[in-house]
């Protein structure tokens, strides 16, 4: 697509952290044109209201939701909204022709019994969410090529899949005695107003949350158990860091051949990842920082074996916002417009 001829998206829920970081990303995307920001909370404020900073390049007004309308202007719409809008949405968007990229967990799920278990809802979108594809790309790129919708996954649940997968598609693990460590910044929570996340509750501390009942545990067990090619359970434990965005996966498993050593899994990792361009395979000794991703789509691995006890031990780092949100549906949009998966993406943060 030349300059005059780009590709019409809208995004609904555009007043969160996701929504902004898609508007900020699709800003820099030489084929996209964002023609409708919604919400109906925010309905009829400029965006620059929301957030000043984008006044001088973004000059759109929210409108309130209609599918209608939506559908009338847009070829592809990026669901940003609480979990249970999506469904409510999405069948109707698909009617009417419009890819659909929804950042929730609504179609994240193949069997919609877990989300029901984990999320709630009545649903009557059988038939939508069957055409649902999962949009990790490294893992189901040539899936979400062909793809009308995509339920992009959770920011803990890109950044530990992207450290777990070559050992269970390989078998080098023993399955279920993966254990995923996971710390974010406070952004993984949302704008909304929330105690645990004031400033003085917050800083100069760190707390596990969601122990053991954690939304995000389901999903992981449902891709590992893919790739393992049966069921695996996982002990994931989610922590807040007093930051505002980056998110640190470590994960603890035990070798099925205990004569491994590391530069035989990094080896492993950088011949999985070979097509991958936005996942980056630390050489041996180097262990990842939040801070290195932290405005990038990118997601640094390390691999280290610890041949006391037999465990490997990787290192996954991500910013949540990007590659664990808005970057990552910005990836499977172009890989469903068949445009080259970096277009738009950064790749290099500010540092320090």
């Not at 979400?144 to 890109?158: H, R």
């Not at 390390?302 to 996954?316: F, L």
């Not at 664990?324 to 445009?339: E, F, K, S, Y």
């Amino acid at each position: 697509m030349g300059d005059l001829e780009r590709l019409p998206v809208g995004i609904v829920g555009a007043s969160g952290y996701g929504g902004v970081q898609l508007v900020r990303l699709l800003m820099d995307h030489p084929s996209v044109e964002v023609v409708y920001l919604g919400g109906d909370s925010s309905a009829g404020k400029q965006f620059s209201d929301l957030y000043p900073h984008l006044g001088h390049c973004v000059n759109l007004t929210i409108e309130p939701i209609d599918l209608d309308l939506i559908a009338s202007r847009c070829q592809v719409v990026f669901l940003s909204l609480p979990n249970g809008l999506a469904y409510q949405m999405a069948p109707t968007l698909l009617s009417k022709g419009c890819k659909v990229i929804d950042l929730s967990a609504d179609y994240r799920f193949w069997n919609p019994e877990t989300y029901k278990a984990w999320y709630g809802g009545e649903r009557n979108d059988p038939e939508t969410a069957a055409l649902a594809v999962y949009g990790l790309p490294e893992l189901y790129r040539d899936r979400i090529k062909e793809a009308q919708l995509i339920g992009c996954p959770g920011c803990y649940v890109t950044t530990s899949l992207l450290g777990l997968a070559p050992l269970l598609k390989q078998g080098l693990i023993v399955p279920d005695t993966a254990i995923i460590d996971g710390k974010s910044g406070a952004s993984g929570a949302g704008r909304t107003a929330k105690t645990n996340l004031l400033l003085a509750e917050a800083d100069n501390s760190i707390s596990p949350y969601g122990v053991t009942r954690h939304r995000h545990t389901p999903e992981i067990e449902q891709i590992c158990s893919d790739l393992a090619g049966h069921e695996v359970t996982v002990q994931f434990t989610p922590h807040l860091v007093p930051m505002v965005r980056g998110l640190l996966a470590t994960i603890y498993a035990t070798l099925r051949d205990p004569g491994l050593v590391r530069e035989d899994l990094v080896t492993i990792y950088t011949a999985f990842y070979r097509s991958s361009p936005f996942v980056r395979i630390l050489p041996s000794g180097t262990y990842p920082q939040t801070k290195w991703a932290c405005g990038t789509n990118l997601c640094f691995i390390s691999i280290e074996v610890d041949p006391r006890t037999g465990r490997v031990i990787v290192m996954s780092a991500t910013d949540n916002l990007i590659k664990g949100q808005a970057g990552q549906a910005i990836q499977c949009l172009n890989l469903m417009m068949g445009w080259q998966e970096t277009l738009g993406l950064p790749v290099v943060s500010f540092y320090p």
